[in-house]
């Protein structure tokens, strides 16, 4: 949340605090920009409404004015969307409506004034942004990358206040507009123009010279307004025929099921305000119901948790760090396996000189060619201009043991990043080769996923400069995953600690700082839910019993399927590393001999066609009959008809309890950074908002009480930490 500032003052140079000041042309046309100097984009808060309509009071007080055009003394956005700690902040979410009802008036004041009204986009123009050019007459944007546009308000628990539900199907047609609104998609400037969504695109120095041309002709009526797009003969089947409307509103619903799960309001709100408005085209009762669904979805648990996360992830952006990193223009990434590849293309995509070392020619080939078939598909699906993808293959540079020239490549590098097997010798010695070659201030990351970072940059003969030692853990895929731990040891320096969270955030990743223990705080939360589930399948719960009480507790696969993703191997090799670890009972409960024999038999997952399920196809799964039969050897034949709550409540209270004993431990700084790393790393349900916004909202003190009767009669593996103690007697909640 933005701090407080001075009061504004309005001078004759600025008299708006939002805006800068009105400008008319000649010819009649009034330039209202958007401005809030105090932040890097602009939003649209409660303030900025007020003070809209003080302004539009004197364009609408001065007769020369024949047209408007709205647009950004921004270069980089129009609007960004509504200040949503506005929203949150009010307590008694009733009182939004009339609010909004106040901005949806000074729309329609807008309107009455009868001058078209033109919209000039460059950059982001998201939810309110976008709702504002939604109620003018004509829609020209840039053709810039950064120009996107689009309603995610879904993404928050939320829906389109201002109009948007009815006056996006207006103009794109239902089936667009719900795409837009139930995904939360951004769309891009070709995609806009084609759906009708923009008039006219144009190139960014010609914007406002273009907007101002076309609000004259929209006066003088040489150009007309904007209209509707004709639908095509199938669009107008489907959305405007009563069998047609019958079989879309049945899939959308289908696909929001399938989707949500059925946890999360806001899609069907969405729904059924679009569906009110079309039973309600005339007059204004859709915009006053669309209002009213907004205060109802602003009051819910699931709004309060993804805003939560939202704010979680604005407030995680901040670095750590006391002193300034150093400057990284070249990283150098060791290993071309999946991981090694996978950072070595956010990086490029970023703007970095990237060096791509392996062993062998093979390997590397294998690593660029798993880039550029990235690179290509976002190409083919228009997500990356031809242009970007030469950019971004040039500057990666391929090296290997055998090119006689690495070491002089690798003694400009800023930055290595450590992506090899999992083998402390191997990743010592990879120090060593790196420390010959690169310049004292080049920061060695190592992208271990267990091996306690100390151990690799103790000092000895392979390691020189402990002090730029930093473990960044990266999650597989990297470019889809948004989590980065970042893993300081007690001899790290600042710098390096600044140097390794700036890359990382410049990479798109949501850094969280931890404690160097093992597991470090995602995998070390995720050891107990394996425990668990091997006891669950000792006791004869099914497996896809399991699976299908965790989906609808919110997490995004089953604890079954999630073993075959990542593969059984791995899941093995981090419960039985941490078993051994410092975690004690609360590994405890369980029969990890479950996976190990698994992988003796080569089931290591998905990966393998073969883990707990038999693939072949990319969906098709089962359960094969060698599976079955090691099942029943497994559990003695015994099948457990346990409820779906006890399912869920054993395995997420194995988590949660985890969570919070990281707090305790100061493993984690704080409960954001806890909430942010299990639903990034994991896919902790979002509507949830996290284990600590979970615990905050089910209540602690029970939440321990339900522990403590597994602990009974379950075993000592679910006894709560002492915080979670403290918290339930004192009545306390994680977030204030």
Same mark, same amino acid.
Request: hydrophobic share 40%; net charge neutral.
């Given at each position: ?146 120009? %996107? ?12 206040? !201002? ?66 797009? /004709? ?321 609808? !507790? ?67 799964? %089962? ?10 050897? !497994? ?37 954001? /950074? ?53 918290? /339930?007697?004192?009545?306390?909640? !994680?977030?204030?």
């Amino acid at each position: 949340m933005s701090s407080p500032s001075a009061p504004f003052v309005p001078t004759t140079s600025r008299k708006y605090q939002y805006f800068t000041n009105v400008e008319v042309t000649p010819s009649g046309v009034a330039i209202i920009k958007f401005d809030n100097p105090t932040k890097k984009v602009n939003t649209l808060s409660f303030s900025v409404m007020r003070e809209a309509q003080s302004l539009w009071n004197e364009v609408a007080a001065n007769p020369s004015v024949k047209s408007v055009v709205f647009t950004s003394a921004k270069d980089s956005c129009f609007i960004a969307g509504a200040d949503i700690f506005d929203i949150s902040s009010v307590q008694d979410k009733s009182t939004l409506v009339p609010v909004i009802e106040e901005a949806l008036n000074f729309f329609l004041k807008m309107r009455e004034r009868g001058v078209p009204m033109v919209a000039a986009i460059h950059g982001p123009a998201l939810g309110g942004g976008l709702e504002w050019a939604l109620w003018c007459d004509y829609r020209i944007c840039t053709d810039s990358s950064s120009t %996107k546009m689009g309603l995610p308000e879904v993404k928050l628990g939320l829906l389109p206040g !201002f109009g948007g539900t009815q006056n996006l199907p207006a103009l794109v047609g239902v089936q667009k507009a719900m795409d837009m609104m139930l995904t939360g998609k951004d769309i891009r400037h070709d995609q806009a123009k084609k759906m009708g969504l923009v008039d006219l695109v144009v190139a960014p120095q010609s914007l406002e010279s273009v907007a101002i041309q076309t609000a004259e002709g929209l006066a003088n009526g040489s150009i007309k307004k904007s209209k509707p797009k /004709a639908k095509s003969w199938m669009d107008r089947i489907i959305e405007d025929t009563p069998p047609g409307q019958y079989i879309m509103w049945n899939k959308i619903k289908e696909m929001v099921d399938k989707n949500t799960g059925g946890n999360y309001p806001a899609p069907y709100a969405i729904i059924d305000c679009v569906k009110y408005g079309l039973a309600h085209s005339s007059g204004l009762g859709k915009y006053k119901h669309e209002r009213e669904e907004f205060a109802k979805l602003a009051a819910t648990k699931e709004s309060e948790a993804l805003i939560g996360i939202f704010d979680a992830m604005n407030q995680q952006k901040k670095n750590p760090s006391k002193v300034d990193p150093i400057t990284v223009k070249k990283v150098a990434v060791m290993g071309a396996g999946l991981m090694g590849a996978g950072i070595a293309q956010v990086t490029a995509e970023k703007g970095y000189e990237v060096l791509l070392k392996d062993r062998d020619d093979t390997s590397l080939g294998r690593g660029l060619s798993y880039m550029t078939e990235n690179w290509e598909k976002k190409h083919k699906r228009k997500r990356m201009t031809k242009h970007q993808f030469d950019i971004n293959c040039s500057r990666v540079t391929p090296l290997s043991d055998q090119t006689e020239s690495w070491k002089r490549h690798f003694a400009s590098a800023d930055l290595v990043i450590e992506a090899v097997f999992e083998n402390l010798d191997l990743k010592r010695k990879i120090i060593q080769q790196v420390e010959e070659v690169t310049p004292d201030h080049c920061v060695f990351a190592t992208n271990t996923s267990a091996i306690p970072i100390a151990s690799i940059a103790a000092p000895g003969p392979e390691v020189k400069r402990p002090q730029n030692v930093v473990g960044m853990h990266y999650f597989s895929p990297v470019p889809s995953m948004p989590l980065l731990e970042i893993i300081p040891h007690a001899g790290t320096s600042e710098e390096a600690l600044a140097t390794a969270f700036a890359v990382g955030t410049k990479q798109g990743k949501t850094c969280v700082v931890v404690k160097d223990v093992p597991g470090f705080y995602v995998n070390r939360c995720l050891g107990p839910i394996l425990v668990e589930v091997s006891a669950l399948v000792k006791e004869g719960v099914p497996l896809e019993t399991l699976d299908k009480a965790m989906k609808k !507790f919110g997490m995004p696969v089953g604890p079954i399927t999630l073993i075959d993703e990542v593969g059984v191997d791995v899941a093995s090799k981090v419960a039985t590393f941490l078993a051994s670890a410092d975690l004690g009972k609360r590994m405890g409960g369980g029969d990890l001999s479950l996976m190990t024999n698994m992988v003796e038999k080569g089931w290591t997952g998905r990966k393998a066609n073969q883990g707990f399920f038999t693939y072949s196809g990319k969906k098709d799964k %089962k359960i094969g009959s060698e599976v079955k039969a090691y099942l029943k050897e !497994f559990t003695g034949g015994k099948v457990s008809n346990m409820s779906e709550a006890d399912i869920q409540d054993r395995i997420a209270s194995r988590l949660v309890n985890e969570a919070a004993k990281c707090l305790e431990d100061e493993i984690i700084e704080n409960p954001v /950074a806890g909430d942010i790393g299990l639903v990034f790393g994991i896919g902790f349900a979002p509507f949830k908002g996290g284990p600590f916004r979970y615990l905050d909202a089910v209540g602690v003190s029970s939440y321990v009480d339900r522990m403590n009767g597994f602990a009974n009669t379950l075993g000592e593996q679910f006894e709560p930490c002492q915080l979670l103690k403290d918290y /339930a007697a004192a009545g306390k909640k !994680f977030h204030g």
